[in-house]
Each structure stands twice: as C-alpha cells, then as structure tokens.
C-alpha cells in the first residue's frame, strides 16, 4: 500500500494550492481518507476527512477555507486550499483509515509554506 502525497511548495498568504493524495495498493472506496498536519515536535492534527459517501469534516481553523475531495476513478484524494495563511504552515499527511479491521495508513508528508 503506498499514498503518495504531493502538491507542497511556498506561497503567499492568500494564495492557493491543491494537494494530492494518490494511493495504490488499497481500494479507496473502502477508506475513510483524510489529511492531517504537524509541525516539528508537535502532535499530528486533524485537518479534514472525506468518507466512502462523500460526507466530510473540517477542523474550525480551516473551514471555508479548504475543501477536501476524493476521486475514486483515479484513487486520488485532495485537499484544495484556499485563503492560505501564515499559521497553515507545516508539514500535511495523507491519511486512510478503514474501520474494519482497524486498517491505518499514513503517506509521506508534503511541506506547506505560507509566506506574510
């Protein structure tokens, strides 16, 4: 199983980016699938989750501001962020949870720089 994320870079507050999750390995449909950051030394947090249906959830300090989505044609998950500030700085992870079985998998993260 891999989730290969990537979509990262240096912006300006304000601006935008999209991340993207691809996987393999796995069958996206059967995955709650989500993004979570962290910075260094700090505990990974939630960001937003999209599950199979399609019902998502967003951490307050994002909402109205990214969007998350899942294309499960293509088994790509993403995380469209809008309005970037500052404090959106961190590293993000991918993330599929399948609560059958208790299946977790992580990506690799993908570094978010958000410039004043």
């Known amino acids: 199983v891999q989730l290969q994320a990537s979509g990262g870079g240096l912006v300006q507050a304000g601006k935008s980016l999209r991340l993207s999750c691809a996987t393999s390995?796995?069958?996206?449909?059967?995955?709650?699938m989500g993004w979570y950051r962290q910075a260094p030394g700090k505990q990974r947090d939630f960001v937003a989750t999209?599950?199979?249906?399609?019902?998502?959830n967003y951490d307050d300090s994002v909402k109205g501001r990214f969007t998350i989505s899942r294309d499960n044609a293509k088994n790509i998950v993403y995380l469209q962020m809008n309005n970037l500030k500052p404090e959106d700085t961190t590293v993000y992870y991918c993330?599929?949870?399948?609560?059958?079985?208790?299946?977790?998998?992580w990506g690799q993260g993908t570094q978010v720089t958000v410039s004043s």
């Open positions: 993330n599929a949870l399948r609560y059958l079985g208790n299946v977790n998998y």
């Open positions: 390995g796995l069958t996206l449909t059967s995955f709650r």
């Open positions: 999209i599950t199979s249906a399609g019902t998502t």
